[in-house]
C-alpha cells in the first residue's frame, strides 16, 4: 500500500493519513480503543482494503465475512464521510456509534450502527453491531451532492 502523506485521513480525525490510520492499516500499531479500530475500519473500506477489516473481526465472526464478499462491498461502493456519535469502552469491550456515509451506484447511503468490540488477545476487535434503519436516497446528477460540499453530484461524487 502507498503511503498517502500529505492527505488527510478517510475516517474524519482531520490527521494525515499516515499519522492516523496508516501505522493500523500497515500493522505497525494496534488501535488502542474501539473508536480508532471503528475508524481504521471505515478507511480500510474506502481504501478498499479487505484484508484489513476481516482481520479486525473477532476470530469467531471471520469465517461470516470472507475477504472475497468484504472487498466485493467496498469495491462497490464510494464512501464519502463517517460520523462517530459515541464511543466507550472499559477494560475488555467497547461499543461505537457512527454513522457511515457512501454511494451505491446512485443511491446515498447511510449505514447507522451501534458497534460491539471486544479484546481478543489484548486487541480490540469488531464483533457485531445493530443497524439502525435508514433509507436510501436516489440521487439525481443535477441534485445537490448529499456530502455537504453544495456542488451538483454530477460535479462531486458521480461517476
Known amino acids: 500500500m502507498t503511503s498517502l502523506n500529505k492527505t488527510l485521513c478517510l475516517c474524519g480525525s482531520q490527521q494525515n493519513y499516515v499519522d492516523c490510520c496508516e501505522p493500523f492499516h500497515l500493522a505497525i500499531q494496534h488501535p488502542q480503543t474501539p473508536e480508532l479500530l471503528m475508524r481504521s475500519r471505515y478507511s480500510a473500506y474506502a481504501l478498499k482494503n479487505a ?37 466507550g469502552h472499559d477494560d475488555s469491550q467497547g461499543f461505537v456509534e457512527f454513522k457511515a456515509h457512501y454511494f451505491y451506484d446512485n443511491l446515498y447511503c447511510e ?10 488477545k489484548n486487541q480490540w476487535k469488531y464483533s457485531d453491531g445493530v443497524i439502525l434503519p435508514v433509507a436510501d436516497i436516489k440521487i439525481g446528477r443535477n441534485d445537490d451532492c448529499p456530502c455537504g460540499s453544495a456542488k451538483k453530484y454530477k460535479k462531486c461524487h458521480s461517476l
Open 51 to 87: 484484508k484489513y477489516i476481516y482481520q479486525t473481526y473477532t476470530t469467531d465472526k471471520q469465517p461470516e465475512n470472507p475477504v472475497k464478499e468484504i472487498k466485493e462491498f467496498a469495491d462497490g461502493c464510494r464512501f464519502i464521510k463517517l460520523t462517530i456519535i459515541d464511543s
Open 111 to 120: 449505514l447507522h450502527e451501534q458497534s460491539k468490540f471486544i479484546k481478543e
